[in-house]
């Protein structure tokens, strides 16, 4: 893999993000014919998780995709408080169990490695890969890419409008945490966000379509609105080259 990104960083993203999706759907497929939901999903997110954080930190590379410590001033980052609020959007409408006990464990656990695998290729891989040529242009792609990712939610039996829902929200939350690691140089709390807002998402009561367009348009804002608050509130963090 490394001859692969000394090659090109932008087409070692690319392949990362190709697997990363054809692997989960068929985990998926593989977990519903189980009949244990995230069963074999699991199994997959743990072995790509270790494969990946094996080969960044073998090569000295936790650094330059911000598997570091941030430096913040608390104040001027609102103290985190715009993604705080959104990491709790699911359980807004009440809390459920909507699947078994061990159902539910596997899925949320699962959420978690989701969180790390899809920050690491989207907002490391990529996001870092073409930053080397426009940074604007990096975000834009980043954020779109990250969002376009959840069509794959249709293969899965999503409804067509409740997957252009996640697609549209999806790519301002990935605008709001490509921001973040842009500023803070940092991809743990985007980490730490993203898994925790998608394991939750199990036990979260689903509101009805009316409800939850408003909840999707309240998500949507608040992280377009926080992004654009960070790039004018927080001077960038100095590019580590790798």
Known sequence: MIKLREKSEIWFAVIHIIAYVVLFSIADKASETIGVT???TLLVCIVLS???FMFV???NLMKYYGLCKGKYDLKKWLFFAPMIVLSTINLWNGVALNLNILETVLYAVSMLFVGFLEEIIFRGYLFKAMCKGNVKTAVIVSSITFGMGHIVNLLNGSAPFE??????YATAIGFMLTIFFLKS???IPCIIFHGFLNATSIIGVQPENTVRLIFNVIITVLSIAYAVYLLRAVPDKKETNA
Request: net charge positive; aromatic share 0%; proline share 0%.
């Open 50 to 52: 270790a494969v990946i």
């Open 57 to 59: 930190k073998r090569n």
């Open 185 to 187: 140089g940092s991809i």
């Open 163 to 168: 997957t252009l829902m996640q697609i549209v």
């Open 38 to 40: 995230k069963s074999v």
